[in-house]
């Protein structure tokens, strides 16, 4: 249905304009009055007269071009002179008609402008719903194209071509990176997901990657294989070592969150960065040869790429090294852990011939000490202390002997850090836990629940806390505890019956399944023999 704004009554009444779909919604005196009411009825068309009080029609048609370019009018007019038509028309004026007009005249006139507004309404219409569908497909065209360009599919003019029609901005000056993340090979005896649910892991992982990183300027797609690809851009002023390492971090936050979330692992591989976007294939080409070096390191780390030189890398030392570094951190075997940290500084810093070889060297020995936290599940700011700044900020170590004193003391640190998780009963509730279990380990029953409200406080916190002192569940260290007591007893020439007795089992038969199911023998074949725990 049209609308139609009249300057008079006359043909407004004549005509049946219904029987032609308009309506006619006002009827205005003058030209001040029709622009008041435009307001509120908003017609399609309207039909002024050239000689009206107050305004005259061709000031009208300018006035309401200048508000609404889309609505057709028609002009009534005594004036055969060429001028007025001429100014009429560069008003917007659709039809000029020379007093006296016919109805049938008019009702042409006007429907062939509501025939002009119903095809534009049509074509902006059909614009629009391609404009909101072309914005919807908007991220997986994206997605399809920065993955045929990491792949090396098109040319310069090409790629700029398509990144204009793509909306796609990499800003002049900044640095880039980028990262390949997959999924690591499922392990013997994992239940849960199968061989054939390689493709919902990937996509686990990349859907994991999006929740994750929320930085606008950050791209996440998954490439031609099914991983997932994290494009990386600096800030304005971020040097480059600053950079490097918020990848790092950004990369083995995407890794640690798919280990909590799914209990499956994954690895990466990020590679070196440029200020030229051209050469985000070779980034792509160097993460992959990243993560390739997984089946030597081992799983869930996310590997720096790091260029060969004469035929052999220094920067990527012994796996022993780095097996020997965590061991010794993660047993507090500071000896351990030390002749371990400079065997690494010595295949990656000590060897590097340019800066840019000990920036890299330095990254990767931190990137193995990152892992390691992440895999002994310890909250970095704690085990780190006030060395955290050096995480956050490599490019505050200038010199190799700067390099190694702080690498020593972050060892030490951790190592130290270690020791106190493994030592039991520091909390002095626990101390307290501690004697009562070894005082009351001959009882059937030695209850988390029973001993929270002797001790008045909530059995979840004391889990919890136990957990956290003791380094093993309540339940289990009472087991351990009671099995330990059984083999010393039986060790020592009890019977079966009395060490059964004195663990707090009245069945012997039971008794009997629980001790060989912990210790892997029946409780008469330790009888006499030498008591070792």
Known sequence: MKTRWESGPGFAETIPWEAHGIEVVGLAENGVEALRLMECAQPDIV???????????????????????????????????????????????????????????????????????????????????????????????????LGQWLAGAYSRWEIERRMTELLIEMKPGRLLAVAVLEPDPLVAGEERFRDGDSALLRFSLRSIAGEVVQDRETSIIQDLHGA?????????????????????????????????????????????????????????????????????????????????REGQDPLMPAPSDERDLEIGIGTGDTQKAEAALDRLL????????????????????????????????????????????????????????????????????????????????SHKLIQKLLSLIEEEIGQQEISLHSIAGRFYVNKSYLSRLFKHEVGEPFSQYVLRRKMIRA???????????????????????????????????????????????
């Open 346 to 425: 010595q295949d990656t810093v000590h060897q590097a011939a340019t800066v840019e070889e000990v920036q890299d060297g330095l990254l990767l020995v931190m990137h193995t000490l990152l892992r390691i936290v992440r895999t002994m599940n310890w909250p970095l700011r704690e085990a780190a202390g006030e060395d955290i700044v050096y995480f956050h900020d490599v490019g505050q170590l200038q010199t190799r002997e700067q390099i190694r004193s702080c690498l020593q003391r972050i060892v030490v640190r951790l190592a130290a850090y270690a020791l106190r998780r493994t030592q039991p009963g």
């Open 47 to 145: 039909i002024l007269d050239i000689q009206m009080p107050e305004m005259d029609g061709l000031t009208l048609a300018r006035r309401i071009a200048d508000s609404d370019p889309g609505i057709k009018m028609i002009i009534l007019s005594g004036y055969e002179d060429f001028e007025y038509a001429r100014s009429a028309m560069e008003s917007g004026v659709l039809k000029y008609l020379i007093k006296p007009a016919g109805n049938e005249e008019i009702r042409a006139a006007v429907l062939e402008a509501a025939s002009l507004v119903q095809r534009e309404l049509q074509e902006r219409l059909s614009r629009e719903a391609l404009q909101r569908r072309w914005e919807s497909h908007l991220p997986r065209l994206r997605e399809l194209f």
């Open 228 to 308: 997932t690809v994290i494009l990386l851009q600096s800030t304005e002023e971020e040097p480059q070592g600053d950079f490097q390492l918020r990848a790092g971090f950004t990369v083995t936050k995407v890794l640690s969150t798919m280990k909590d979330c799914l209990k499956i692992t994954a690895s990466a591989g990020i590679s070196r960065t440029t200020a030229d976007w051209e050469k985000l294939p070779v980034l792509y080409d160097q993460a992959r040869k990243a993560l390739q070096l997984r089946v030597v390191y081992g799983h869930h780390i996310a590997i720096p790429y790091g260029e060969e």
């Open 487 to 533: 083999k010393q007893v039986l060790a020592e020439g009890g019977q079966v019956q009395q060490a059964a007795q004195q663990v707090g089992y009245a069945n012997i038969g039971f008794f009997s399944k629980v001790f060989h199911k912990y210790w892997g023998v029946l409780p008469s074949e330790v009888k006499g023999a030498p008591w070792t725990s």
